[in-house]
T-cell receptor, first 114, second 110 residues
């Protein structure tokens, strides 16, 4: 079974530029999560989708971050404009159904903002 | 106050040692509890869930203490391959919200 796919794996941009990350969850997984993991910290949930609807985006900085999952499958997370403090690993995870506990994580996108 | 707190370590132990990590959570309404393992520069992977009655999986034992609001992970007979960061995860509101701790780093030395 293919795992969660993410691209790109690495991205370096200058502050005030825009960047987008892509995630393709495990086939059939209805729930998709985006996390931000800053070095030395645990993952912080940014947004959770159930199919193509948003379940929780309370910790998403909506002035600069946006995410969509239009067809209920793959998802994109965008940052516009980026700040230095956005440097982190952005992890996508999926689970079969909402409430199923095991989340399967993708390899992440390591973002460096200079 | 953080939702989930862990001792960051590192815990440096010799092979064969027994080591224990604790994790405290702030919200008494928390409903689900897990330990994830994260290797250096890799994604987190589920190690085990933590049940009220406690549970064991080989050399790993997890315990939950609701009264004191902490969970623990015990690793017996440590292996070099156990070296990793162990993340405590707490779920709320029928699993719709998950909070990760900052992780405890374990180094197992030969």
């Amino acid at each position: 079974e293919a795992g969660v796919a993410q691209s790109p794996r690495y991205k370096i941009i200058e502050k005030r530029q825009s960047v987008a990350f892509w995630c393709n969850p495990i086939s059939g997984h209805a729930t998709l999560y985006w996390y931000q993991q800053i070095l030395g910290q645990g993952p912080k949930l940014l947004i959770q989708f159930q199919n193509n609807g948003v379940v929780d985006d309370s910790q998403l900085p909506k002035d600069r971050f946006s995410a969509e999952r239009l067809k209920g499958v793959d998802s994109t997370l965008k940052i516009q404009p980026a700040k230095l403090e956005d440097s982190a690993v952005y992890l996508c995870a999926s689970s079969l159904i909402q409430g199923e506990y095991e989340q399967y994580f993708g390899p992440g996108t390591r973002l460096t903002v200079t | 106050r953080k939702e989930v707190e862990q001792d960051p370590g590192p815990f440096n132990v010799p092979e064969g040692a027994t080591v224990a990590f604790n994790c405290t959570y702030s919200n008494s309404a928390s409903q689900s509890f897990f330990w994830y393992r994260q290797d250096c520069r890799k994604e987190p992977k589920l190690l085990m869930s933590v049940y009220s009655s406690g549970n064991e999986d080989g050399r790993f034992t997890a315990q939950l203490n609701r009264a004191s609001q902490y969970i623990s992970l015990l690793i017996r007979d440590s292996k070099l391959s156990d070296s990793a960061t162990y993340l405590c995860v707490v779920g709320l509101y029928n699993f719709n919200k998950f909070y990760f701790g900052s992780g405890t780093k374990l180094n197992v030395k030969p």
